[in-house]
């Protein structure tokens, strides 16, 4: 058991909240009323449906990447938004979001657990840690790698083929990163994986020469939270549990 304030603060100093401008607030964005912290459900994104589960399996805390007073967004509460947190408040379900603290972090980050399930050994951070990289010990086919994400990520991704050369350096970034493949080209990789695609990103690939792969917004960003659920479940003895609530976007 732990108090919310407690948990709050220690994500966002593990989190480093305080490097990033983000779209969205990080860190505790529906105070609930509930002070003290035993059961914590994991998500991606903070919908009805995710709510509505976290409410039916008991939990103090609902812990998500994608939460919600994104910048531009309507700020009366009401309608959907006005029914999610309705929902939070009466069932005192206290609600922490982290978005690209979360995509950046190196051990418990959205990237970082991609590089794990890839078996891209030596990944490293590009820059503001958003984009990473890996050179694979043994190039691949890239329909191999279309394989490998496949199963990785239990989703078949799109693929943008740019020649039929082997792969050796390989950039991703989780979620909706598709503009960043001319970064990734200029780093003259050789394929970029991220979760999103625009009719654009068809385009740019063919004349940059990259490979690019659309694995799913979701289908990237289900193992960040996960690992970070499972951390704060270790050291502070607390019950954890995620559920996914499957989008195939």
């Known amino acids: 058991m732990i108090e919310l304030r407690d948990l709050e603060a220690y994500c966002n100093k593990l989190l480093e909240i ?25 998500g991606v994104t903070a919908c009805q449906a995710l709510i509505d589960a976290a409410v039916e399996a008991k939990a103090d805390l609902l812990l998500v990447h994608h939460g919600y007073f994104w ?17 939070l ?6 609600l922490l979001a982290y978005h690209l603290p979360l995509d950046a972090h190196p ?4 990237n970082a657990q991609l590089a794990e ?29 279309a394989a490998r994400i496949a199963q990785a990520l239990d989703r078949q991704p799109l693929h943008i083929p740019a020649g039929d050369r082997p792969l050796q350096r390989v950039g991703w970034c989780s979620g909706a990163a ?12 050789d394929a970029f994986i ?23 917004h979701h289908a990237t960003e289900r193992y960040g939270i996960q690992a970070l659920g499972e951390h704060l479940a270790e050291c502070h003895a607390l019950e954890h549990q995620f559920i996914d609530i499957p989008n195939p976007a």
């Open 178 to 189: 598709q503009d960043a493949i001319e970064q990734a080209a200029e780093l003259k990789l």
């Open 117 to 145: 399930r890839l078996g891209f050994p030596d990944a490293t951070p590009m820059k503001d840690g958003l984009i990473w990289q890996a050179s694979l010990q043994q190039p691949l086919a890239a329909n191999e790698l």
């Open 18 to 42: 305080e490097c990033f401008q983000d779209y969205c607030p990080n860190g505790l964005q529906v105070d609930a009323g509930r002070v003290e912290i035993e059961k914590v459900v994991t």
């Open 71 to 87: 910048k531009g967004e309507s700020e009366p509460l009401k309608g959907i938004k006005g029914c999610r947190i309705r929902t």
């Open 89 to 94: 408040m009466q069932a005192g379900v206290n």
């Open 194 to 216: 991220t979760g999103e695609l625009s009719e654009r990103t068809m385009h740019l690939a063919r004349e940059l020469g990259i490979h690019f792969y659309a694995a799913g």
């Open 107 to 110: 051990q418990f980050g959205n």
